[in-house]
Each structure stands twice: as C-alpha cells, then as structure tokens.
C-alpha cells in the first residue's frame, strides 16, 4: 500500500461504505487523513434515516454531494439529533423537510449551509399553517450561491399579520447577488410578494420558473408577477396559472417551455394566455391544462387556436371527457384539429382525456397533411372496453377511425397510457380469454399488416 499515491487510494476509498470510510481512520495517520478527504465525499448522498451513523457523519466529513434531513419538531428538539445546524460538512444540494419544525431551527441550517459556500439547491418542504415567517424567508432571500430554490406549502398567511414587506429586506439582511437558475413557489396571495422579491433579485440569472398548478391562484391577483416575469431575459421554462397580464412573460425572447394551467375562476385571462402563445413564436414544448367545468371553453379554446407553428411538442390535459359527445368538450378538441395543420413542426401529441373512445380519435381526425411531422400519439386515459372490442388488436380491427389513423399515418406510433393495465384479452391466441380478433389468422406473420400495426399501437 505505501506504493500507492494519495490519489489512487482516493478512488478506492470513495467506493466504500460510510461506515467502512469511517474505520479506515483507526487503520493509521495516512488512511486517517485520506478518510477525511473531500475527494473521499464530494459524491456521496446522506439519505438513510440512522440518526446515528448521521451524527458521526455530520460531525467528521468535510463535504456531501447530497443530504436529505427532516428537522424535528417542538417536543423532539430536546432528544439527541444531529447537529444540522452546527455542522461542518458542506452539502451541495440540501433536501430540507421542516413542515414540523420552527422557523428559527429551519432559519440556522439553511444559514449554516450557505456559510460553508457549498449550497446550490435548496428543496424546502414548510407548514402550510399560520407562522411567523419572516426570520426564514428573510433567510433564504438574502442566501448567497444558490442554484435552484423550491419552495413547498407556502404558508397561509392571509388576515395574518405575519406577512412581512419585502421591500424593506436592505434593512435587515444583505442582498445576494444574482445566481438562481430555477425557482419554485406556488403562488397564492400570500407567497406573491415574496415571489416578486425572488423574480426581481435573480432576473439576470433565472432560466426556469415554477409558480405551480391551476390552484395556485387567487382572483385578486396583481399584474406585477408577469411583468417581472417578462422581465427576465433568459427564462427558458416556465410553469404557471393563468396568471393576470400573462402576455407580457414572453417579452424576454427565450421562452422555449410553456407549462399553463386554467380552471374556473380565470376566465377573464385566458384570452391573455392566448396572446402570450402569439407572441412567443420561439415556444418549442407547451402543456395546457384545462380544468374548466365548462366554464370557460371558448376561451380555453381561445388559447389552443393561438399555438404556433414553432410548437414541437405538445400536452393538452381536457377535464371529464366521459361526456364525449357534450358540445364544450368537443369545442376544444374541435381547436386542437383546427390548429394542427399550422403546426407543421408538430413531433410529439399528448392527450390527456381521462377516457378515450373511439369518437375521440374520429374527432382528431389526423392525417399527415393535417399534422406532417407528428410521429407521436399518446392518448392518456383509460380506454372504453367492450364484449367486441377487448384489446388493441380488436381496436384495429372494429374501430374504423383507429384502423384509418394508423393506415394513413404510417409514420405515426401510438401509445395507449393505460391500455396494458385495463384490456382483458390475453393477446397470445389461447385460452378462454382470448378474443374473438386474436384467434384470426392476421398476426401468424411478422410482416402482416396488423403486425407492423401493432408494433406501432403499444398499448
């Protein structure tokens, strides 16, 4: 061993077990030293629940690459834990679960973290319950070096008087300078100022932004957000409601991925969804989730009509399409064939319409002058089984407008997301689950037409 430099040595010690890592200590002065390396740990992940092999860890490792820690709570604080905020090892990424603990303990790990330079992710799981939050937040707003901030149950601070005034945060804490790339916050009323605070103090540096989903959203909602939004220059992702003067977040000129979310309640705004869509031609991924109760299906449609020919892969999310046949649901379907044709870099269709019919696939009526370059179809929903058609193979056989789709588009693979976990024929040509369809003479040959069929339709 004593031919072996430091640095081979080191390669062998970063495959061994943290316990094992930890005894080579005891071995003598040279292993002792190399043990305690940061080339020894810079890679590993703290994430076992052993409070005290965490302890010896925290307490002699310089370095993680990863540490996921649940913070206790009130009555746990006087129990031996491990030192999370007195710690010298230097965690890059930092998992911080704290929905029981108090914001003052939460406040000096992530304190202590940004001390030691090495934090660049922070994942933050909070109470969703009234606290005082300004300790913390203050905390994580002035953190210096972060990458990746995400945020989780924002606390409900509405009729509270915990909400803090962010403009005031130069008195308190010192501004970092510019270094998150993604940010992740529901917004609701509460967390919005806080939100804007973030947007504003990383605008140079943002690339993706995540707001949440269709529930993040309250109807008094500023127009502020958007316009900070459309204030980043390099925003490349972005998740969010249908936020209040929406169109103004395609300013900026590099938004590629548009994750949208509408529901009731947000009526008066989709029509700005659809002038965002109109003016950020540069899109190349766009998700729509439409959870409307009918309630605002012209605008929704609104919305898809304004989709541009940029668009390669596209997501649209309808709400209970158990009613098929109803005329609102049809309406947006109905603007999804429409603004097909125009989309003539179209790759990637997903269709999420909780159950898929084969009216449904009528109603697509795609062919390759409709959608040229689409090459993907997924149909995400459970599949309508009946006595006559009890498998894909059945589909193609009984369903005119599924057996016309995938003859004419022979480019085309369809992907049934729920069709292996609901069909009830075995598929193989035996046994008394067999259908009627798979007992035929049509799939002995490789080369057969509802061979090759099939091989595209993998349900």
Not at 48 to 76: E, I, N, S, W
Not at 105 to 120: D, E, K, M, W
Request: charged share 25%.
């Amino acid at each position: 061993m004593e031919r072996l430099r430091d640095d081979d040595l080191l390669l062998v010690l970063q495959h061994l077990a943290v316990a094992d890592l930890l005894a080579c200590r005891l071995v003598c002065k040279r292993l002792a030293a190399l043990a305690l390396h940061p080339d020894a740990w810079r890679r590993r992940r703290l994430t076992g629940a052993d409070a005290r092999g965490r302890c010896a860890v925290l307490r002699l490792a310089p370095c993680l690459a990863k540490m996921d820690v649940t913070l206790p709570g009130k009555r746990d604080v006087g129990t031996h834990q491990p030192p999370y905020a007195t710690t010298r090892c230097a965690v890059r990424s930092l998992r911080l679960d704290a929905a029981a603990a108090t914001p003052e303990l939460t406040a000096l790990v992530i304190r202590n973290q940004v001390a030691l330079g090495a934090l660049r992710r922070l994942h933050l799981v909070l109470s969703p319950y009234k606290w005082d939050p300004t300790v913390l937040l203050e905390t994580i707003a002035s953190a210096d070096g972060l990458r990746r901030l995400m945020l989780i149950n924002y606390p409900d601070l509405t009729d509270s008087d915990f909400l803090p005034d962010y403009r005031t945060l130069p008195l308190h804490a010192t501004l970092p300078q510019p270094s998150l790339r993604f940010f992740g916050c529901n917004y609701e009323q509460s967390s919005q100022p806080f939100i804007d605070f973030m947007l504003a103090a990383h605008a140079a540096t943002l690339e993706e932004v995540d707001l949440g989903d269709e529930y993040s959203f309250f109807e008094d909602s500023s127009t502020t957000t958007a316009r900070l939004l459309g204030g980043i220059p390099n925003l490349r992702k972005l998740s969010c409601p249908l936020l209040p003067d929406l169109s103004a977040a395609g300013a900026g000129g590099a938004l590629r991925e548009l994750f949208l979310y509408i529901r009731p309640g947000m009526m008066m705004d989709a029509t700005l969804g659809a002038r965002l869509l109109r003016r950020a031609r540069q899109l190349r991924k766009v998700s729509l989730v439409c959870n409307t109760d009918g309630e605002n299906d012209y605008a929704c449609a609104e919305v898809i009509l304004a989709l541009g020919p940029s668009v390669e892969t596209l997501f649209v999310s309808l709400d209970d399409l158990f009613r098929a046949a109803a005329a609102p649901y049809n309406l947006q379907l109905r603007a999804l064939r429409a603004v097909l044709p125009s989309l003539r870099h179209l790759a990637e269709l997903e269709l999420d319409t909780t159950v898929v019919t084969e009216d449904l696939v009528r109603l697509l009526d795609i062919t390759p002058s409709s959608a040229p370059a689409l090459r993907r179809l997924e149909l995400m929903g459970v599949v309508e089984w009946t006595d006559s058609v009890r498998c894909p193979h059945c589909m193609v056989h009984r369903w005119d407008a599924m057996g016309a789709l995938m003859r004419e588009n022979p480019r085309l693979c369809v992907s049934l997301s729920d069709c292996s976990i609901h069909h009830s024929c075995r598929l193989d040509g035996f046994g008394d689950d067999t259908c009627d369809v798979c007992k035929l003479s049509c799939m002995e040959s490789e080369t057969s037409e509802c061979w090759i069929l099939l091989n595209r339709l993998n349900g």
